[in-house]
């Protein structure tokens, strides 16, 4: 059998820091991972990082790591509207997706001690909207910083959905919000730690009220909608945010060149994530798992049917 390649890592990473920040983390629970991932044939080869992101996220709970593991790779490789064809110069739907929606990380921390992810719609119209490319751009945003930031205590996103109207919920399907509302719960290696709406028009009850059936109780009770920042202020001093949103970060559009320039520039590290990252279905022991294990469709996603 040939030897897999390991999936790189985009930044510098060093196991003595990573040791050093967290007396939980032992190396002999990174072994005995590696060595589970490596039985699993059809399992791609991770890097170190990506398994101490694995049993971070989980509480350093080995078997958890391991379902983890098992869904980040699978519903990746099932999915590939979300996680296939990342190459950011190569793609017209990236390059155009990069004009309508906007992501980030915020500096600064929220008021419980976590790092804040921050998205918005910049291009109004929702003809030049697709959710599918939006989740793949914000997904290569996310692996980048998550990849950067090594493993801390915790996540919270905050979304400006000022501009969201009943044209986008057109534009979404319920099986696309079901994908990633499962990636998100069953497969991410971080900790989330709260999901904000800001700006909520009455629309995105409708949004909410779509991904609703597919998330867990945990999820569902992390969902916070704000009409106006007064409530936001409970969780994130109103500073860290963009200047257009009434905080002191910068402006948009200087932040938005920033993480499309290191996107960019992370050409080379997409190109082969993808390559090094898919699941091969022939090698698994047992029953394939075809994307309708996951997702509970026959046949092929495109044939969607809701009860």
């Not at 936001?232 to 001093?237: C, N, Q």
Request: net charge negative; proline share 5%; aromatic share 10%.
């Amino acid at each position: 059998m040939a030897t897999k390649k390991m999936i790189p890592v985009p930044y510098p990473f060093s196991m003595e820091e990573e040791l050093k920040k967290n007396p939980e983390l032992k190396i002999s629970d990174i072994e005995m991972l590696r060595e589970w991932c490596e039985k699993q044939q059809h399992l791609p080869k991770p890097s170190d990082l990506h398994l101490i992101m694995f049993l971070h996220s989980n509480y350093y709970s080995i078997e958890a790591a391991k379902n983890t593991i098992e869904n980040f790779f699978t519903i990746r490789s099932h999915v590939p509207e979300f996680f296939a064809n990342r190459d950011p110069l190569g793609s017209k739907e990236l390059r155009q997706i990069f004009n309508v929606v906007f992501t980030t990380e915020l500096s600064g921390l929220s008021k419980q001690g976590h790092k804040i992810l921050f998205a918005k719609l910049i291009d109004t119209d929702p003809s030049h909207y697709s959710f599918e490319d939006s989740c793949k751009y914000f997904f290569m945003a996310s692996d980048l910083i998550g990849l950067r930031n090594g493993i801390c205590d915790g996540y919270i996103f905050i979304g400006d959905s000022t501009n969201v109207s009943f044209g986008h919920v057109g534009r979404i399907n319920p099986m696309g919000m079901k994908k990633l509302v499962m990636y998100i719960q069953e497969g991410i290696p971080v900790r989330l730690k709260g999901i904000h709406f800001i700006n909520t028009p009455s629309v995105m009850d409708v949004i909410i009220n779509m991904a609703k059936p597919f998330m867990k109780k945990e999820f569902w009770n992390m969902i916070h909608l704000h009409s106006s920042l007064k409530t936001l202020e409970e969780f994130v001093s109103l500073d860290l945010l963009p200047n257009e949103i009434g905080g002191k970060a910068g402006s948009i559009i200087q932040m938005h060149e920033n993480e499309i320039k290191e996107i960019d520039d992370k050409r080379e590290w997409f190109i082969e994530e993808v390559k090094l990252s898919t699941v091969d279905e022939s090698l698994r022991i047992g029953k394939n798992k075809i994307a309708n294990d996951f997702f509970g469709v026959e046949g092929t996603f495109k044939k969607l049917e809701i009860d």
